[in-house]
């Protein structure tokens, strides 16, 4: 009787646990689809920022303008508070690839006349190696490929570029290690980071976010990470905390 009982229990243990899995599985899958089609109707999602005609998002005539733009790790980068010499502007979108970020690039920056332009772009490229593994050098030569042009035209712009090194990753949790593979730090990120060092000239400077944020074992400090992608308040506050005293020599 006892042995029944225990076996009706772990079946019920088992019956929760693979609802449990096929409710997040029905819930990836649904967002999932909605991205996708999302995607289909707004490619490069040019109206997440609509603008007037003639309108230009600028403070005064004496500060320089500074636009954050890339993915979802740019869009999190909250400006440093207090700084009377800069006027910051958001211009990351989630989800986003380099190419994304590419096509937008003249729409978003263009009427904001931009001084400088950060950007942090390459992770949602490198992320799709995994489902893709047969297109794993197509899709970083293209990365490469797409970063250079986005220096290139945000220089076009008249803009210096502050270009950040790929943010590093926190530890991978279980259920994204279906759809992930090692090789994506050790090889890609680490070669996209390497290339973008190649393009360091007076006017574009690399900075490099890896120093900053990681512990020994190559990952994000638990006390910066949000989430396995993301940073919190205290990542960002400790990048803005390096990133200063580049943007204060720059507008000497």
């Given at each position: 009787m006892?042995k029944n009982k225990?076996?009706?229990?772990?079946?019920?243990?088992?019956?929760?646990?693979s609802?449990w899995l096929?409710f997040?599985l029905f819930?990836?899958s649904r967002n999932f689809?909605l991205?996708?089609?999302?995607?289909?109707l707004?490619p490069?999602?040019i109206?997440?920022?609509?603008?007037?005609?003639?309108?230009?998002?600028?403070g005064?005539?004496?500060?320089?303008?500074i636009i954050?733009?890339?993915?979802?790790?740019?869009?999190?980068?909250?400006?440093p508070?207090?700084?009377d010499?800069?006027?910051?502007?958001?211009?990351?979108?989630?989800?986003q690839?380099?190419?994304?970020?590419?096509?937008?690039l003249n729409?978003?920056?263009q009427p904001?006349?931009?001084d400088?332009?950060?950007v942090q772009?390459?992770?949602n490229?490198?992320?799709?190696i995994p489902?893709?593994?047969?297109n794993k050098e197509?899709?970083?030569?293209?990365?490469?490929?797409?970063?250079k042009?986005i220096?290139?035209e945000?220089?076009?712009l008249?803009?210096?570029?502050?270009m950040t090194?790929?943010f590093?990753?926190s530890?991978v949790?279980?259920?994204?290690?279906?759809f992930?593979?090692?090789?994506?730090?050790?090889?890609?990120i680490?070669?996209?980071n390497n290339?973008?060092?190649?393009?360091?000239n007076?006017d574009v400077?690399?900075?490099?976010t890896?120093?900053?944020?990681?512990?020994?074992?190559?990952?994000?400090?638990e006390e910066?990470?949000?989430?396995f992608l993301?940073?919190?308040?205290?990542g960002y506050?400790?990048l803005?905390e390096k990133?200063?005293?580049?943007?204060?020599?720059?507008?000497?």
């Amino acid at each position: 009787m006892k042995k029944n009982k225990i076996i009706i229990i772990c079946l019920f243990i088992i019956t929760l646990i693979s609802l449990w899995l096929n409710f997040q599985l029905f819930q990836r899958s649904r967002n999932f689809y909605l991205r996708l089609n999302s995607l289909q109707l707004n490619p490069l999602a040019i109206n997440y920022y609509p603008l007037e005609p003639n309108f230009q998002e600028t403070g005064n005539s004496q500060q320089k303008n500074i636009i954050f733009l890339g993915d979802s790790r740019a869009r999190a980068w909250k400006s440093p508070e207090d700084f009377d010499d800069f006027n910051f502007i958001n211009r990351g979108i989630s989800g986003q690839t380099t190419g994304q970020v590419l096509g937008r690039l003249n729409r978003h920056l263009q009427p904001l006349s931009p001084d400088i332009v950060i950007v942090q772009v390459g992770v949602n490229d490198l992320s799709r190696i995994p489902l893709f593994p047969e297109n794993k050098e197509t899709i970083i030569s293209e990365c490469k490929s797409n970063i250079k042009e986005i220096v290139s035209e945000s220089r076009q712009l008249g803009a210096v570029v502050i270009m950040t090194t790929i943010f590093p990753l926190s530890e991978v949790p279980l259920k994204r290690k279906l759809f992930w593979s090692p090789d994506i730090v050790t090889t890609a990120i680490k070669e996209v980071n390497n290339f973008i060092y190649s393009l360091e000239n007076e006017d574009v400077i690399i900075f490099d976010t890896g120093d900053i944020l990681v512990n020994q074992q190559g990952k994000v400090r638990e006390e910066y990470s949000r989430d396995f992608l993301h940073l919190n308040r205290a990542g960002y506050k400790t990048l803005n905390e390096k990133l200063m005293p580049i943007l204060q020599e720059l507008s000497k």
